[in-house]
């Protein structure tokens, strides 16, 4: 299925968003404003949304328009994966999340692989910088960059959270149903690569 409607709404917003955040003149604000209501009705039209649900999700920040940074640990023991089963959709992901204000990527990685697998970890190296819209995840309205980066455990023991159901570790060729929505079968696949050869360089799009 052709996409480019999603691309042009995403663009059409962030044009208004950062015009809007700059603007002084009351007639380009009203144009800004027509601008962003557009890429609302696009999105409403294609996904038969509400659009206030979309306006509060999609078209509600301010300031300078700019990529979302999902953050994801990247842990082995034994050669395997950690994975977590996401409550949100009932399959299997590495343990992370939004960027949250206030801590550095790594803390992040930390944060999320603590609150989702019960696991105690340390950052090690990053791995990979990735635009999501490169590698085959399910088309949404935000632009959004992947971190992956490299954890060892040091502590704690697996305990699901508040948005996981279950906590594992899986081999290569064991790997469970994915969510496409925050990992790929070939980011994970990536990631093995980097346990069989430690000094491989960062992926950067």
């Not at 700059?22 to 996904?47: G, P």
């Not at 994966?81 to 343990?95: F, Q, S």
Request: charge should be negative.
């Amino acid at each position: 299925m052709n996409h480019r409607w999603l691309e042009w709404a995403k663009q059409i917003q962030a044009i208004a968003q950062t015009g809007l955040a700059y603007t002084k003149d009351v007639y380009d604000r009203e144009r800004f404003e027509d601008l962003r209501q557009m890429s609302v009705d696009i999105l409403a039209h294609y996904t038969e949304t509400d659009p206030g649900k979309i306006k509060l999700t999609f078209a509600s920040d301010t300031g300078y328009a700019t990529p979302k940074v999902d953050i994801r640990g990247v842990v082995f023991r034994d050669g395997k994966l950690l994975l977590v089963r996401e409550k949100h959709d009932g399959v299997w992901a590495l343990p992370g999340g939004w960027a949250d204000i206030g801590l550095s990527p790594s803390e992040v990685a930390v944060k999320e692989i603590k609150e989702e697998s019960g696991f105690d970890a340390k950052p090690v190296r990053l791995l990979a910088v990735l635009d999501k819209k490169f590698h085959g995840h399910p088309p949404e309205p935000y632009h959004i960059y992947k971190l992956f980066i490299r954890c060892d455990i040091t502590g704690g023991s697996a305990t699901t959270g508040v948005e996981t159901s279950a906590v594992d570790f899986f081999g290569e060729d064991e790997l469970p149903v994915l969510s496409v929505e925050r990992n790929t079968e070939a980011q994970l696949r990536t990631m093995f690569e980097f346990l069989r050869d430690p000094d491989k360089p960062v992926i950067l799009d």
